[in-house]
């Protein structure tokens, strides 16, 4: 079935139709709340609720746009409001800490998908969740300031940290490759 026509279907409430879409993007829908959440069970939970919500919303979604971009909204948002429930949000650090513009990290250019999903389980859930939405997703520092209740620099910083401890990481794997060289 088309994409048009299996949303108009799911818009219907047709269960052939909605059990369509899920198989057509249950792993997309997986990959994205994975990189949220640590444990692949919770992934699932989170996933499970982010076709609930998609298909309880799926009038609202106007046709304009792409669909998956849509959907992926929607599992970024109950993978934050997940993180936001069990209060692991953001690592503690100043408030007031100043933060100073680094080089941008093109790091998902050095390495395969699966060891960047592996590394960023090794991060703090604030630093992973920042460097989630802002390197993976895309959104400025303002949105996810607003996404996570937390101010601009906050979420800079965060980024910061999550990229020097990405280095370190880097580092680390660097010399122990080396050495088995």
Same mark, same amino acid.
């Given at each position: 079935?088309?994409?048009e026509?299996?949303i108009?279907?799911?818009?219907?409430?047709e269960?052939?139709?909605?059990k369509e879409?899920?198989?057509?993007?249950s792993?997309?829908i997986l #990959?994205?709340?994975?990189?949220?959440m640590?444990?692949r $069970?919770e992934a699932e939970? %989170?996933? %499970?609720?982010s076709?609930?919500?998609i298909?309880?919303n %799926? $009038?609202?979604?106007s046709g304009? #746009?792409?669909?998956?971009?849509?959907?992926?909204k929607?599992?970024?948002?109950?993978s934050?409001?997940a993180l936001?429930k069990r209060?692991?949000?953001? !690592?503690?650090?100043?408030?007031?800490?100043? !933060?100073?513009?680094?080089?941008?990290?093109d790091i998902? $250019?050095?390495?395969?998908?699966?060891?960047l999903?592996?590394?960023l389980?090794?991060?703090?859930? #604030?630093?992973?969740?920042?460097f989630?939405?802002?390197?993976i997703?895309g959104?400025k520092?303002?949105?996810?300031?607003e996404k996570?209740g937390i101010?601009?620099?906050?979420?800079?910083s965060?980024?910061?940290l999550?990229k020097?401890?990405?280095q $370190?990481?880097l580092n680390?794997k660097?010399?122990s490759f080396?050495?088995g060289?």
């Amino acid at each position: 079935m088309k994409l048009e026509a299996l949303i108009s279907a799911c818009k219907n409430n047709e269960r052939i139709a909605q059990k369509e879409l899920y198989d057509k993007y249950s792993s997309y829908i997986l #990959g994205i709340c994975f990189r949220y959440m640590k444990i692949r $069970e919770e992934a699932e939970d %989170i996933m %499970i609720q982010s076709f609930y919500r998609i298909f309880s919303n %799926i $009038e609202k979604f106007s046709g304009t #746009g792409s669909f998956e971009a849509w959907m992926r909204k929607v599992a970024v948002n109950e993978s934050l409001m997940a993180l936001r429930k069990r209060k692991m949000m953001i !690592v503690d650090i100043n408030e007031a800490f100043t !933060v100073k513009d680094e080089s941008n990290m093109d790091i998902s $250019e050095l390495l395969e998908y699966e060891e960047l999903l592996s590394i960023l389980d090794h991060l703090p859930t #604030g630093y992973r969740t920042v460097f989630n939405l802002y390197v993976i997703e895309g959104y400025k520092h303002r949105e996810i300031a607003e996404k996570l209740g937390i101010s601009i620099n906050t979420s800079k910083s965060q980024l910061i940290l999550a990229k020097k401890r990405l280095q $370190e990481i880097l580092n680390k794997k660097k010399q122990s490759f080396n050495k088995g060289s």
